[in-house]
């Protein structure tokens, strides 16, 4: 079945770094962009950075351009976000989500909890 | 950066219709998608394009979109719809843009 599997997430002291990944299965990967979206505790969704099927356009929310990174390997139907320079409003649960067979956000993955703290 | 505005909680007794809103400048003029989120879990997307139910979705989930306001109707209320209920659209200027999010309680 369609499935997105997220994990990397854990405990970080600020100004470090962690690298998330999101594995996909059941779908043809390549064709679909791909988008992170967070929730920091207590709060709302907030969308992170946002890759085309080709990796070629990223976008990236101000609140993390210049120190998040999204990338993906299509051949390993993988998804990645290399954050660096993590601060502790960077504590979230992180989540990869893709849209298949309609227009909004149909697949998401279970999520994957950063913290960011000392 | 375009901004969606929702009531903070809503409240409805079992059987009822809740209503939640979201507001934007002109938001008639685009795709609304909404989610329900649970505790604990991810979002799942209960309608896209302001009107459309993905597969799976009960009938009484429904949505419309005009103005300055998008809205999800949720007729005959069940205890199990208690959940955070999110807006969200498409904006030029930041890609995916989300309501602060209204907590629907079932009294």
């Known amino acids: 079945q369609v499935q997105l599997v997220e994990s990397g997430g854990g405990l970080v002291k600020p100004g470090g770094s962690l690298r998330l990944s999101c594995a996909a299965s059941?779908?043809?990967?390549?064709?679909?962009?791909m988008r992170w979206i967070r929730q920091a505790p207590g709060k709302g969704l907030e969308w992170v950075s946002y890759?085309?099927?080709?990796?070629?356009?990223?976008y990236y929310a101000d609140s993390v351009k210049g120190r998040f990174t999204i990338s993906r390997d299509n051949a390993k139907n993988s998804l990645y976000l290399q954050m660096n320079s993590l601060r502790a409003e960077d504590t979230a649960v992180y989540y990869c989500?893709?849209?298949?067979?309609?227009?909004?956000?149909?697949?998401w993955g279970q999520g994957t909890t950063v913290t960011v703290s000392s | 950066s375009y901004v969606l505005t929702q009531p903070p909680s809503v409240s409805v007794a079992p059987g009822q219709t809740a209503r939640i809103t979201c507001g934007g400048n002109?938001?008639?003029?685009?795709?609304v998608h909404w989610y329900q989120q649970k505790p604990g879990q991810a979002p799942v997307l209960v309608v896209y394009?302001?009107?459309d139910r993905p597969s799976g979705i009960p009938e009484r989930f429904s949505g419309s979109n005009s103005g300055n306001t998008a809205t999800l109707t949720i007729s005959r209320v069940e205890a199990g719809d208690e959940a955070d209920y999110y807006c969200q659209v498409w904006d030029s200027s930041s890609d995916q843009v989300f309501g602060g999010g209204t907590k629907l309680t079932v009294l």
């Open positions: 890759i085309s099927s080709g990796g070629i356009t990223l």
């Open positions: 394009d302001d009107i």
């Open positions: 059941g779908f043809s990967f390549s064709d679909y962009y």
């Open positions: 989500a893709t849209s298949t067979v309609t227009t909004g956000l149909d697949v």
């Open positions: 002109n938001i008639g003029s685009k795709s």
